[in-house]
């Protein structure tokens, strides 16, 4: 082990099909050129996603690590963290966006920072964060709540709960779900928040296909809701 630890880069990965140039700087590009040891989400995707930077390595020398969600990572995340810490650079990636954030990969983060190793995040697109810049609600006071109840009586609960935290606090509360969820979501939504508070809806983000809408919910009632089946969406509350 060398006295000198590895660094643990936080590697953003874009939301669409977009070219890297496009969504990530310069920088990010060629320090993932430069790197042959990664933690990820899937490794297939990751791969395939490592080869458009066309990197320094041969594709089949760089160490690609899958975290399994079904198991206890620990273990293998000790693994990893070691090889960190005996000098060798690495590069955290989640599915989309930035890891660490509604991602599995905040325990490889949290492990590095208990045993000494630097965590770099590099600039790069959040689905949360970006939806939050342009919904123009609160962004001075928010919170993420991840996603809300499957069942549908505890997630109406739980809207009804967010429209009396909204009204009383003015924070915006930001939540995502399953994408063949959405649209019970909404009509969730919709018929159970307060009608003067606002929702956003934001899909595509940074893509062609880029969808962004901010609504009273008493207006959203009244319009042809946007198509949300099966495509990724963040919501807004505020």
């Known amino acids: 082990m060398t006295d000198k630890p590895g660094i643990l880069y936080l590697i953003p990965v874009p939301l669409g099909e977009n070219p890297l140039k496009e ?17 990820v989400e899937n ?8 080869k458009l930077f066309e990197p320094n390595f041969k594709l089949q020398d760089i160490e690609v690590i899958q975290l ?18 005996s000098g060798r650079n690495a590069g ?7 890891p660490g954030v509604a991602d599995p990969g905040s325990d490889v983060v949290t492990t590095a920072h208990a045993v000494g190793v630097r965590v770099v995040p590099m600039p790069g697109p959040s689905s949360i964060f970006l939806a939050l810049a342009a919904s123009g609600l609160n962004g001075q006071k928010f919170t993420f709540q991840g996603y809300l109840p499957k069942e549908k009586d505890e997630r109406i609960r739980k809207i009804k709960d967010l429209s009396v935290m909204v009204t009383k606090e003015k924070y915006t509360h930001i939540f995502i779900e399953t994408p063949y969820r959405n649209d019970a979501l ?3 939504l919709v018929k159970n928040a307060n009608g003067e ?10 893509t062609n296909h880029e969808f962004i809408l901010t609504k009273r919910i008493s207006e959203w009632v009244k319009v042809k809701p946007p198509v949300l089946k099966d495509i990724p969406c963040v919501f807004l509350l505020g």
């Not at 969504?23 to 933690?39: K, P």
């Not at 399994?68 to 810490?85: M, Q, R």
């Not at 955290?92 to 930035?98: R, V």
């Not at 508070?197 to 940074?206: E, Q």
């Open 68 to 85: 399994d969600k079904h198991s206890n990572n620990k273990e293998l995340i000790a693994e990893f963290i070691t090889k960190v810490k």
């Open 92 to 98: 955290l990636m989640s599915e989309c966006g930035i």
């Open 186 to 188: 909404f009509q969730d």
């Open 197 to 206: 508070l606002k929702l956003c809806i934001a899909t595509g983000i940074t």
């Open 43 to 50: 490794a297939k995707t990751a791969r395939h996603f490592i």
């Open 23 to 39: 969504v990530l700087s310069e920088g990010t590009i060629e320090l993932v050129r430069n790197l042959d040891l990664f933690i």
